[in-house]
């Protein structure tokens, strides 16, 4: 989760500065961590036929500044969507495999965002770590398969943190914000994507200062969804955090 105060991203908080209710009952919180587990950085880009030319050369000079970026330790993996799904690369510590992989894209064809963010999210799996999905479309949706519903209850079930990069327009990216206020994350609108690369870095750079708290849950039931409420004491903090997490084996 992130925290900001006055817009400025807020460090040095402790156990003691956070409360957490699930489902309105308050737990005890057993251990925040910043920078202690490694990243899963994976990367959800749309290359349909719009994004080529120069939005193709701006989107792989982004993802190759991204990829500078993480450090020893953490993986990465990329997956591309026109109205076709590439897996071109799982998460992998071998960061100089996913630049290559980046190189031989060629738009073409529609967008699939939907069903390309849920495939996404698959990438992540249940690896130890901390999962941010950047996802990039420069258009709306004009060939998923799946139901926008169905991929934000598989993001219910994940722990990966949903950030959207979207070129502004007069249509909104609705479903982009729906996944990330439930993941945690955010949506990033771009006049052009000559911005992508100062998008992505900051997103990174902000994903690195979150927190993560840990605990274990107390008078709550064993299944089923639980909302979280998280704030921080003593201040007015904003705090940008998951909305809740599936627990037990009660999925649909």
């Known amino acids: 989760m992130l925290v900001r105060d006055r817009n400025q991203v807020v460090r040095g908080l402790r156990a003691e ?22 990243l899963n950085v994976i990367l959800g880009f749309d290359v349909s ?10 989107l792989q000079s982004a993802g190759h500044s991204l ?20 897996f071109r690369q799982e998460l992998t ?10 190189e031989d894209v060629i738009p073409s064809g529609q ?36 139901s926008s519903d169905v991929v934000l209850e598989s993001a219910r079930r994940s722990d990966v943190v949903v950030y959207g990069v979207a070129i502004r327009s007069r249509i909104h990216p609705t479903f982009l914000e729906a996944i ?7 949506v990033l609108e771009i006049e052009s994507t ?23 849950p107390r008078a709550v039931p064993a299944t089923g969804w639980h909302r979280l409420d998280v704030r921080v004491k003593g201040r007015r903090a904003t705090v940008n955090a998951s909305a ?4 037990g084996d009660d999925l649909p």
């Open 17 to 38: 500065d956070f409360e957490i209710r699930d489902e309105g009952v308050l737990q005890t919180i057993d251990l925040v961590r910043l920078d202690q587990l490694p």
């Open 49 to 58: 036929e719009s994004v080529s030319g120069e939005r193709l050369e701006h």
């Open 67 to 86: 990829l500078q970026r993480v450090t020893q330790g953490d993986r990465a993996a990329l997956l591309t969507f026109s109205h076709v799904l590439r």
């Open 93 to 102: 510590e071998d960061i100089t495999s996913i630049g290559e992989a980046l």
């Open 111 to 146: 967008t699939a965002l939907v069903d390309g963010t849920y495939s996404a999210i698959a990438l992540a799996g249940v690896d130890v770590g901390r999962s941010l999905l950047i996802v990039f479309s420069d258009g709306v949706d004009t060939a998923s398969f799946l």
């Open 180 to 186: 990330a206020e439930l993941t945690g994350g955010a």
């Open 194 to 216: 000559k911005d992508l690369s100062q998008t992505f870095l900051r997103i990174l750079e902000e994903f690195r200062q979150r927190y993560l708290l840990s605990f274990s």
């Open 244 to 247: 809740g997490y599936q627990a």
